[in-house]
């Protein structure tokens, strides 16, 4: 049964939520590492309320750009599980789900959260490809800061496999931890009628306009952002979601301590 | 080549340690986790719903479609690729085959019921643990039923029967033959069975034997976790 758009409004306009939470709210937030440790290099699970989500990291050798032959690089991919949710379809990537890789590979590489250059292993010939495959396991809303921590929280569980020669000997791994040098977190602030709030509802998700993803360094610098949506945002509004996003960053940070 | 003693200290017609929960994808219609040893499989159901291209719809009920998915971290080599692959199509179909024996959908003409399969982590008898978790899946979602399904490899690692084979056992050097088979436990009946490598008529039988016994164990933890399901649901 889908609660109707004009009803999200309704409610968001007597200044609460359908459950009740402020507006700057989250839900519950659990991480756990080791979902896939005989498998992946790194691996974790994130849930917030009813969204759950599994991350793990993949390790491979790969020639490096010819523009940087000193530097390994990462790849993001969220593919959105028909099992996860009634609204997704098999078949190639849709829109939403290259969105969601993008949005979150931008926060890891344009901090320079992993150091890339301690992913050589021999220049201009040889590096570590980091691979960060990303699933929802139910999509109960907010999948973009959901996917974030996922993918954060799965690279630093992640240790290099044993390297033997140019081979990878997949299945002893060594102690080496991955070179995560920060933690780029992301908070995504919706808009509601004239409300902004985050951690939404997927039917809150339904009934907003535009949404800005913002990605915050410790430091309080900004590495990534992505608007969304219909509607336009006036500068003083993008203002006031960045106060807003570096203040539950904060907070989202300590589930990392 | 012998095979005196089993890498992980367990008998030979031990299984590893299970563990079986339903009700965990709230979304779906009806969902499962299965996990034996370090392979774990989720499944999740949805449906009835209408089927389009229409030339697909049966007039006297809906279609079962089967989906079994490694996730891309879960192999224990490489990364795997993304999408369907020969192997994975081919596991979703005999997946499939295993459940129309004992699924009524015709309630539903016309509608389509999907069960997706996912894996998590994978150390051998990756379709055997779909198969236990779609079962307890469909179950949960409350379709009419004749019996669970459960699923188990058997085989053969050098010259010993075994149940449940793990990796190292599947690649052990001196030869080993990975017999999948999917069991209604009440008749005994078989509706998946596959083999590769090359075994005596009489270690066929044996490990087919130890293998519906295993099953067996299968049925009663899967049981245990429906129960579960509905003693939470019955106190809330």
């Given at each position: 049964m889908m609660i109707s758009r004009e009803y999200v409004e309704s409610i968001v306009a007597k200044n609460t939520r359908l459950d009740g939470r402020k507006f700057d709210e989250y839900r519950s937030i659990e991480i756990e590492y080791g979902v896939s440790s005989k498998s992946a290099e790194g691996s974790a699970r994130v849930r917030i309320g009813d969204t759950e989500v599994v991350a793990g990291v993949k390790m491979e050798l790969g020639t490096p750009f010819s523009d940087k032959p000193g530097e390994g690089s990462i790849m993001v991919n969220v593919e959105l599980l028909p099992l996860s949710s009634p609204l997704f379809e098999s078949g190639p990537p849709s829109i939403e789900a290259i969105e969601l890789s993008r949005v979150t590979d931008r926060g890891i590489r344009e901090s320079k959260a992993?150091?890339?250059?301690?992913?050589?292993?021999?220049?201009g010939e040889k590096v570590w490809l980091v691979f960060i495959d990303i699933y929802p396991?139910?999509?109960?809303?907010n999948l973009f800061d959901a996917c974030n921590l996922a993918a954060l929280a799965a690279l630093r569980d992640a240790t290099f496999p044993k390297l033997d020669g140019d081979k990878i000997d997949y299945s002893q791994k060594t102690k080496n931890k991955l070179p995560l040098t920060k933690l780029p977190i992301a908070c995504t602030v919706w808009k509601v009628e004239n409300q902004f709030l985050v951690d939404p509802l997927l039917e809150e998700e339904q009934a907003s306009n535009a949404r800005i993803s913002i990605v915050f360094t410790e430091?309080?610098?900004?590495?990534a952002m992505q608007k969304g949506g219909d509607s336009p945002l006036m500068s003083e509004e993008i203002a006031q979601a960045v106060e807003l996003a570096e203040a539950k960053t904060h907070e989202l940070r300590r589930h990392f301590k | 080549m012998k095979y005196t003693k089993r890498l992980d200290g367990r008998k030979f017609d031990e299984m590893r340690p299970m563990s079986a929960q339903v009700g965990v994808v709230k979304n779906a219609v009806g969902s499962a986790r299965f996990q034996i040893g370090k392979t774990v499989a989720i499944a999740a159901v949805y449906g009835p719903k209408d089927l389009f291209p229409k030339f697909l719809q049966k007039p006297h009920g809906a279609v079962l479609r089967c989906n079994y998915n490694m996730m891309?971290?879960?192999?224990?080599?490489e990364r795997v690729r993304p999408g369907a692959n020969r192997r994975s199509k081919e596991i979703s179909m005999v997946i499939q085959k295993s459940f129309e024996p004992v699924?009524?959908?015709?309630?539903?003409?016309?509608a389509v019921v999907d069960v997706y399969i996912e894996l998590?982590?994978?150390?051998?008898g990756t379709r055997c643990a779909g198969i236990c978790a779609a079962s307890l899946a469909l179950a949960d979602a409350g379709f009419d039923m004749k019996d669970l399904v459960c699923a188990i490899s058997c085989g053969l690692v050098g010259d010993q029967v075994v149940v449940d084979l793990d990796k190292t056992e599947e690649d052990f050097e001196g030869g080993a033959v990975d017999i999948p088979i999917a069991v209604l436990p009440r008749t005994g009946e078989i509706t998946l069975l596959q083999l590769d490598g090359e075994i005596s008529k009489a270690d066929l039988a044996k490990a087919i034997d130890h293998g519906k016994e295993a099953c067996k164990k299968i049925y009663e933890l899967q049981q245990a976790a429906l129960r579960q399901k509905y003693a939470q649901e019955a106190r809330a």
């Open positions: 992993l150091d890339f250059k301690k992913l050589c292993v021999r220049e396991i139910n999509a109960a809303g430091e309080g610098k900004i590495c | 891309a971290f879960s192999g224990s080599g699924l009524d959908l015709s309630e539903f003409p016309k998590i982590q994978t150390d051998a």
